[in-house]
């Protein structure tokens, strides 16, 4: 449990500044007034402003700076910061240490200015405390003796966009404020967010209000990582940001909408998919970051081993058949299914697909966007597909018995069909096709293979050690034992995976084909449990499984493993 902070009256009563009446008095005082302890002590003369800030700099703490001590003026550089944020803000740059800027500030609870500070420069906060009596004292007497002061990096246009930030930011909490102006400060905020965040491999941007701030949050290699708070009242100007750039009506906040950005990062085009749901404190948008290379990195760069790459490349070569990817929301099935479609892509071979939405454009490949609104559905344009002889369709999702029916006629008729499912394993894919309402013979004939698949994190390659004590439980869930730890690795942390131990993500496979006796079993509507054992009988490696080989040849950890697959009772 955190240890509680210690109350800034205690603090002073401990060092003999102030008599315990005195504080209770204070307390008293400070409670009927609004006003915090310390400037109600100041008020009060029980003690003297610099004594107060030295109490709140142990209560939190931070370093007291005393500005009246010989020599520490001469290491303020007045250069670092914009002096009309010196001055609104009451703060005074130090210096830039290891990336960091420290500063001086007076209120050790105001995280707002922090934050908008650590954006507007790209560099992390390093706070000590003074009394804000001196720090307005030396502001006056330095920046009036320099009136013309331009920070370092900085220029004119910079500093007229500082002074304008607060207004525009404030207008935009009661009206839409022109969010168009490439100059403008919410403009920069939002661009450096798309930048960085592409650059930190992340997968995801979540932009979510909260009750007293707009928390943001990168999702790496599958997990959220908290990266700034914005302050409160530059909500509506980023969101509104965010929708005009997605192309979204920036007006209407009461339904859910959906739009699409191309934003160039270091000279290339990124595609972000945005959604803005409607939520309590306010509109929470999500931007998908999508990367088409990631769908060309090659069919063993995507963690197929040995035999199930074998196996993968010699079913999506058939002439006809359905082969589905299942798994959750977020497991890589599109990433997959788009990397057969870049092997098979040539020109002798016509491919069609229809997807809800379309993420990934590829050369050659005629791509179709349902739109239910007009009529353009699932079915619409399968139906219509079929009329375009393809040799390979491929579904987005087969999500009821109307699109699963068609496709596997389009199977059944010399069609080679692609398609996903939402079904925890392999052999669970037979069994939903026929709870939709398809007739079990129709699974039974068209299904070449069905492979299920989950990511995990890999082992960051420049800080990966090998680890001592790995933990038991883990060791157990994924089927390992003692004589296995000599090969298992663990990530220190470095720079290069963000102290995470892991740097990028491999998917673990689950390949069930097809059989005489599995198709039977789907022909009688047999249970999955005894789909599963014929489909392991049959050598199906479950995840797991592909999931020790991955461990034990140091690519990643069995605590990733365990997430997303454990051993059987």
């Not at 520490?72 to 009309?84: N, Q, R, T």
């Not at 290699?221 to 909500?235: A, F, H, S, T, Y």
């Not at 196996?311 to 798994?327: D, H, Q, S, W």
């Not at 080679?416 to 096709?433: E, G, I």
Request: aromatic share 4%; glycine share 8%.
């Amino acid at each position: 449990m955190a240890r509680s902070r210690k109350k800034l009256g205690d603090i002073l009563v401990g060092w003999g500044t102030i008599s315990q009446q005195q504080a209770d008095q204070a307390a008293k005082a400070a409670q009927a007034s609004g006003k915090r302890l310390g400037e109600t002590l100041v008020e009060m003369n029980f003690c003297k402003e610099e004594q107060v800030a030295k109490a709140l700099a142990n209560q939190f703490g931070m370093e007291f700076v005393d500005l009246a001590a010989a020599g520490v003026s001469s290491k303020i550089d007045m250069k670092l910061i914009a002096p009309e944020l010196i001055k609104k803000h009451h703060v005074l740059p130090l210096a830039k240490v290891g990336g960091k800027l420290q500063l001086i500030v007076h209120d050790p609870m105001d995280l707002e200015t922090l934050d908008m500070l650590r954006f507007r420069y790209g560099v992390e906060i390093d706070p000590r405390l003074a009394a804000k009596g001196q720090i307005m004292a030396f502001i006056e007497g330095t920046l009036q003796s320099a009136p013309k002061l331009v920070g370092a990096g900085e220029s004119l246009v910079t500093n007229s966009i500082d002074r304008t930030i607060d207004r525009s930011v404030d207008r935009s909490m009661d009206r839409s404020i022109d969010v168009s102006r490439e100059d403008a400060p919410v403009v920069k905020l939002v661009n450096r967010i798309l930048y960085e965040a592409v650059n930190m491999r992340a997968s995801d941007i979540h932009v979510e209000p909260m009750v007293d701030r707009v928390r943001l949050r990168y999702r790496i290699d599958g997990v959220c990582i908290e990266r700034d708070n914005l302050p409160k009242r530059m909500q509506n100007a980023v969101l509104s940001r965010f929708k005009l750039m997605a192309g979204v009506n920036i007006a209407e906040k009461r339904v859910p909408q959906d739009g699409r950005i191309k934003f160039p990062v270091d000279d290339k085009q990124i595609d972000f998919r945005v959604s803005a749901c409607p939520a309590y404190h306010g509109e929470s948008v999500v931007l998908r970051i999508l990367r088409p290379e990631s769908a060309r990195i090659g069919l063993a760069n995507l963690g197929f081993e040995g035999e199930n790459l074998a196996l993968f490349n010699k079913i999506i070569r058939r002439p006809n058949g359905i082969f589905l990817v299942t798994g959750p929301t977020g497991s890589g099935k599109t990433t997959t299914l788009y990397s057969a479609l870049d092997v098979l892509n040539r020109p002798d071979k016509k491919i069609i697909t229809a997807e809800d939405p379309v993420e990934y454009n590829f050369e050659g490949i005629n791509q179709c966007q349902v739109k239910d609104g007009i009529g353009l559905t699932f079915p619409a344009i399968l139906r219509s597909m079929l009329r375009q002889a393809p040799n390979i369709i491929l579904v987005g999702e087969i999500r009821d018995r109307e699109v699963g029916e068609i496709a596997i006629q389009a199977a059944l008729t010399g069609h080679l069909v692609f398609s996903t499912l939402h079904t925890n394993d392999a052999p669970s894919a037979v069994t939903r096709l026929i709870d939709m309402g398809i007739k079990p013979f129709l699974v039974a004939s068209s299904i070449q293979a069905v492979m299920a698949q989950r990511l995990v994190r890999i082992l960051c390659p420049n800080c990966k050690v090998h680890d001592p004590e790995p933990d038991p439980k883990h060791m157990f869930l994924v089927g390992l034992t003692d004589e296995h730890r000599p090969k298992i690795m663990k990530g220190a942390g470095c720079p290069q995976c963000v102290n995470t131990g892991y740097r990028g993500r491999k998917a673990i496979f689950e390949m069930m084909q097809m059989n005489s006796q599995i198709r039977d079993l789907a022909f009688h509507k047999a249970q999955v449990a005894d789909i599963r054992k014929a489909a392991l009988a049959s050598g199906m490696r479950p995840l797991v499984e592909d999931g020790r080989v991955k461990i034990l040849a140091g690519h990643t950890t069995p605590s990733e493993v365990a997430k997303h697959a454990q051993i059987e009772e």
